[in-house]
């Protein structure tokens, strides 16, 4: 042990003096290295373990809540779902049902099957990204090629239902923005088929094969009770042995009308975190398939509202399941245009607590591997 | 399954992608086709029609000056403003129309739902890179012009998989 280092002056806001020890050596991961995303791992290593993490969200922080406070319901809609582009759809879901609560307005049947099938095309969009990045992290290219490229399959999917490839703003209070374009159901079912048969090729060459299991099998173990106690959610508690999935616990829309099933692991390491966003795609893909067949031919797609719709004075909580897990909106209503108060739960940032429980003990190597599979968006996190 | 056996079932795996065909589209000189001709909105029924959320197309002969796509981009980007046009039209006392500022503008398609004249829609023309900031803001009269895209790619589905022809 070296001497300890009093500093002789005050220190600058943000700095620390640190007693140097021979064993142990603290490293920044992030929040420029590509391996950690917007964000910032302080990890303290002893030779090669990890002995102590600490996440350190914030980076991207741009004030979501706040600036919904003084914009109308309407426009909202396109500032909300830039915390997760690539999710956007889901990330929007809540609170547009929580606006339909507050304003007092049905949506017509054929509009909530449309949410649907746009909902599930969306969590695929972004469990595809996030397969990508997993894949490119634990040095697998191929992983990340493939990927990236089936996702477009979906991209151009969702552009001909909303006309934007990534930030659709297409749910509305009411409904929907605009009806899919005719003979819509052939091309969707055509595509979704054929993705489906390219993503049950990934079990060849990622999910069975040897050199990762090796890598992810038994690293980051997160216990069934320590995934209830953090409070973790979606693909963490599912892989974690949970059957929880708020489609089928709290169904939204028509989700009670679908035949939903959850995908349940018991080992809870990154392996299984890592493969149950593979199995929900799969599910998904059979989700949009029934909303096809049960969706009503022809009607409504939108209930018409008034220009500057007023919420009456209440407040309202309403979650759905997005690609990440639980993403939660409470609005607080004072009987104005503008919501008094709005909250996102979102998913990423109640996952990341789990970080340091798993980090614990795991060689440096391993950590983009448990780091990733937590399924983890920094730019939601910090909303 | 040994190692070498799963080791063995994935180089196999991405050996047979050698005979798919390429399913990457090659930007410049293929277009990936649309839906229809833009996004645009229909104040009669409430409902948007289906379309890319591409450049927007303004009518001269509709617009009233009336401001209300303005307003409804002022929480949004704020990437509209109001400009006096030398012609004079007679729905349009004023004389202004929207300027369109693409270096802000999200692409969000509410200044579209807001006009209630049929008078802004989106069209398909999605090429609006320019080397200065000025180049992306769009005057009423650059806005008129009816943009000229060949956009004619679609996706094609077979037995040796998805390619862009």
């Given at each position: 042990m070296t001497e300890q280092v009093i500093p002789t002056k005050k220190m600058p806001p943000g700095l620390q003096v640190e007693n140097v020890d021979d064993r142990i050596m603290t490293l920044n991961v992030?929040?420029?290295?590509?391996?950690?995303?917007?964000m910032r791992i302080i990890v303290k290593i002893d030779g090669d373990y990890i002995v102590d993490a600490d996440p350190d969200p914030g980076?991207?922080?741009?004030?979501e809540e706040k600036m919904a406070e003084s914009r109308n319901y309407i426009t909202n809609i396109p500032h909300l779902e830039r915390p997760v582009i690539h999710d956007s759809c889901n990330i929007l879901y809540p609170y547009v049902l929580g606006v339909e609560d507050l304003v007092g307005i049905e949506v017509p049947e054929r509009a909530k099957y449309v949410r649907v099938i746009a909902a599930e095309l969306n969590r695929c969009i972004y469990i595809q990204y996030w397969l990508a990045i997993y894949g490119i992290f634990l040095g697998h290219s191929t992983m990340f090629m493939w990927p990236a490229g089936d996702r477009e399959l979906l991209i151009d999917l969702m552009e001909k239902i909303t006309?934007?490839?990534?930030?659709?703003?297409?749910?509305?209070?009411?409904?929907?923005r605009n009806d899919v374009p005719a003979n819509f159901e052939d091309v969707c079912l055509r595509q979704v088929n054929y993705f489906e048969k390219r993503i049950k090729e990934y079990a060849d060459i990622f999910y069975d094969n040897p050199i990762l299991k090796a890598r992810t099998?038994?690293?980051g173990v997160l216990s069934r009770e320590d995934a209830i106690r953090l409070g973790t959610t979606g693909s963490v508690l599912r892989a974690s042995g949970v059957d929880y999935d708020l489609r089928i616990k709290?169904?939204?829309?028509?989700y009670d009308e679908l035949d939903v099933h959850t995908n349940v692991l018991k080992s809870g390491d990154s392996y299984a975190r890592s493969k149950i966003p593979w199995l929900d795609m799969l599910e998904s893909c059979n989700i949009i398939r029934q909303a096809l067949e049960k969706?009503?031919?022809?009607?409504?797609?939108r209930t018409k509202l008034k220009p500057n719709p007023k919420g009456r004075e209440d407040e309202v909580y309403r979650r759905v399941e997005s690609g990440r897990g639980s993403a939660g909106c409470h609005i607080i209503s004072r009987?104005?245009?503008?919501?008094?108060r709005l909250k996102l739960s979102v998913s990423s940032f109640r996952n990341l607590i789990a970080l340091p429980y798993l980090l614990k003990g795991e060689k440096l190597g391993n950590m983009p591997a448990v780091y990733w599979s937590l399924n983890y968006w920094p730019v939601e996190a910090d909303r | 399954m040994g190692t070498a056996t799963g080791i063995i079932k994935a180089l196999n795996s991405g050996i047979k992608h050698l005979a798919v065909k390429r399913?990457?589209?090659?930007?410049p000189e293929q277009k990936l086709k649309f839906v229809g001709d833009g996004y645009q909105f229909d104040p009669a029924s409430g409902v948007a029609i289906a379309g890319l959320k591409g450049r927007h197309m303004l009518f001269h002969d509709h617009?009233?000056?009336?401001q209300l796509c303005s307003i409804a981009c002022e929480g949004v980007a704020e990437a509209i403003a109001m400009v006096k046009v030398p012609d004079k039209w007679?729905?349009?006392?004023?004389s202004i129309m929207p300027q369109i500022d693409y270096g802000k503008c999200?692409?969000?398609?509410l200044c579209v739902d807001a006009c209630?004249?049929?008078a802004l829609y989106m069209s398909?023309?999605?090429?609006?890179?320019?080397?200065?900031?000025?180049?992306?803001i769009y005057t009423p009269a650059q806005l008129q012009v009816k943009p000229q895209v060949q956009q004619d790619s679609e996706l094609i589905i077979d037995k040796r998989g998805a390619r862009h022809g």
């Amino acid at each position: 042990m070296t001497e300890q280092v009093i500093p002789t002056k005050k220190m600058p806001p943000g700095l620390q003096v640190e007693n140097v020890d021979d064993r142990i050596m603290t490293l920044n991961v992030g929040p420029q290295h590509p391996g950690s995303g917007h964000m910032r791992i302080i990890v303290k290593i002893d030779g090669d373990y990890i002995v102590d993490a600490d996440p350190d969200p914030g980076y991207v922080h741009r004030g979501e809540e706040k600036m919904a406070e003084s914009r109308n319901y309407i426009t909202n809609i396109p500032h909300l779902e830039r915390p997760v582009i690539h999710d956007s759809c889901n990330i929007l879901y809540p609170y547009v049902l929580g606006v339909e609560d507050l304003v007092g307005i049905e949506v017509p049947e054929r509009a909530k099957y449309v949410r649907v099938i746009a909902a599930e095309l969306n969590r695929c969009i972004y469990i595809q990204y996030w397969l990508a990045i997993y894949g490119i992290f634990l040095g697998h290219s191929t992983m990340f090629m493939w990927p990236a490229g089936d996702r477009e399959l979906l991209i151009d999917l969702m552009e001909k239902i909303t006309g934007a490839r990534v930030t659709h703003a297409y749910f509305i209070p009411g409904g929907v923005r605009n009806d899919v374009p005719a003979n819509f159901e052939d091309v969707c079912l055509r595509q979704v088929n054929y993705f489906e048969k390219r993503i049950k090729e990934y079990a060849d060459i990622f999910y069975d094969n040897p050199i990762l299991k090796a890598r992810t099998e038994d690293t980051g173990v997160l216990s069934r009770e320590d995934a209830i106690r953090l409070g973790t959610t979606g693909s963490v508690l599912r892989a974690s042995g949970v059957d929880y999935d708020l489609r089928i616990k709290e169904p939204y829309d028509v989700y009670d009308e679908l035949d939903v099933h959850t995908n349940v692991l018991k080992s809870g390491d990154s392996y299984a975190r890592s493969k149950i966003p593979w199995l929900d795609m799969l599910e998904s893909c059979n989700i949009i398939r029934q909303a096809l067949e049960k969706m009503p031919k022809s009607g409504s797609i939108r209930t018409k509202l008034k220009p500057n719709p007023k919420g009456r004075e209440d407040e309202v909580y309403r979650r759905v399941e997005s690609g990440r897990g639980s993403a939660g909106c409470h609005i607080i209503s004072r009987g104005k245009p503008e919501p008094y108060r709005l909250k996102l739960s979102v998913s990423s940032f109640r996952n990341l607590i789990a970080l340091p429980y798993l980090l614990k003990g795991e060689k440096l190597g391993n950590m983009p591997a448990v780091y990733w599979s937590l399924n983890y968006w920094p730019v939601e996190a910090d909303r | 399954m040994g190692t070498a056996t799963g080791i063995i079932k994935a180089l196999n795996s991405g050996i047979k992608h050698l005979a798919v065909k390429r399913f990457t589209l090659r930007y410049p000189e293929q277009k990936l086709k649309f839906v229809g001709d833009g996004y645009q909105f229909d104040p009669a029924s409430g409902v948007a029609i289906a379309g890319l959320k591409g450049r927007h197309m303004l009518f001269h002969d509709h617009c009233t000056g009336c401001q209300l796509c303005s307003i409804a981009c002022e929480g949004v980007a704020e990437a509209i403003a109001m400009v006096k046009v030398p012609d004079k039209w007679g729905q349009n006392a004023k004389s202004i129309m929207p300027q369109i500022d693409y270096g802000k503008c999200v692409f969000c398609g509410l200044c579209v739902d807001a006009c209630p004249f049929y008078a802004l829609y989106m069209s398909n023309d999605y090429e609006l890179s320019s080397f200065t900031k000025e180049g992306l803001i769009y005057t009423p009269a650059q806005l008129q012009v009816k943009p000229q895209v060949q956009q004619d790619s679609e996706l094609i589905i077979d037995k040796r998989g998805a390619r862009h022809g």
